[in-house]
């Protein structure tokens, strides 16, 4: 399945500034590998070592927190968006 990955600035280095890519995956665990795949370090900036969404990155696919759906199972129909979303801290 073909989806859209939006980027947050903090980690277009890893695209070559692209705000935008396109990754392969049926679910967000195969995205994420695809995007590793295509974009080297990406996915230790979203993952822990554990292999585990990162506490203080959001992920949403097609605007559902994936934290309150599957997870890394979350599902990743065709044409779907995802976005990550780091965290913002301070007052």
Same mark, same amino acid.
């Given at each position: 399945?073909?989806?859209?990955?939006? +980027?947050?600035?903090?980690?277009?280095?890893? $695209? /070559?500034?692209? #705000?935008? !890519?396109?990754?392969?995956?049926a679910? %967000?665990?195969?995205? +994420?590998?695809?995007?590793?795949?295509?974009? $080297? /370090?990406?996915? #230790?900036? !979203?993952?822990?070592?554990?292999?585990? %969404?990162?506490?203080?990155?959001?992920v949403?696919?097609?605007?559902?927190?994936?934290?309150?759906?599957?997870?890394?199972?979350?599902?990743?129909?065709?044409?779907?968006?995802?976005?990550?979303?780091?965290?913002?801290?301070?007052?």
């Amino acid at each position: 399945m073909s989806v859209t990955v939006r +980027i947050p600035t903090i980690l277009r280095t890893y $695209t /070559g500034g692209q #705000a935008e !890519v396109t990754a392969e995956g049926a679910t %967000l665990a195969e995205v +994420i590998a695809d995007l590793e795949k295509n974009h $080297t /370090g990406i996915a #230790a900036r !979203v993952l822990d070592d554990q292999g585990k %969404l990162r506490r203080f990155v959001n992920v949403y696919v097609n605007d559902d927190d994936v934290r309150f759906e599957q997870g890394l199972q979350t599902p990743t129909p065709e044409g779907a968006g995802v976005s990550i979303i780091p965290a913002v801290a301070g007052g």
